[in-house]
């Protein structure tokens, strides 16, 4: 059973910076975490769950990474714990960044879709001010 936890929101000021961290919490190790497509979505109040970033495992075995077309450079994914968890850095933050991030793990594409995921985190709460 794959449990993913996020880790790491909080309330920030504009300009600052977060690293959000999503894990199995039913596994020490898990094979399928560390070769599963692994994505960060965030949901603001009144608006649509949005694609933030995705760590995707392919036939080469190796991890590509890919952003929403709103991050502008300003955000990072990676693998971290030796694939047992995926990070997301977060600098530059503006109160549009405000949202619940959730961490969401899969294998099937398009990856940006959140219907390409079947395990997902209860989420974790980013609050930029002003």
């Known amino acids: 059973q794959v449990q993913l936890v996020e880790s790491g929101g909080g309330s920030v000021q504009a300009g600052d910076s977060l690293r959000l961290s999503c894990a199995d919490s039913g596994h020490t190790s898990s094979t399928y975490f560390k070769t599963a497509n692994v994505a960060w979505f965030r949901q603001a109040p009144g608006k649509e769950r949005e694609f933030v970033a995705a760590s995707t495992w392919d036939d080469r075995k190796t991890y590509s990474r890919y952003y929403g077309d709103f991050i502008s450079g300003r955000f990072t994914i990676s693998r971290a714990n030796a694939g047992n968890a995926v990070d997301l850095r977060m600098d530059s933050l503006t109160p549009e960044d405000t949202a619940v991030y959730y961490c969401?793990?899969?294998?099937?594409?398009?990856?940006?879709?959140?219907?390409?995921?079947?395990?997902w985190g209860q989420g974790t709460q980013v609050i930029v001010s002003s």
């Open positions: 969401a793990a899969g294998v099937r594409r398009p990856f940006e879709v959140a219907q390409s995921y079947d395990d």
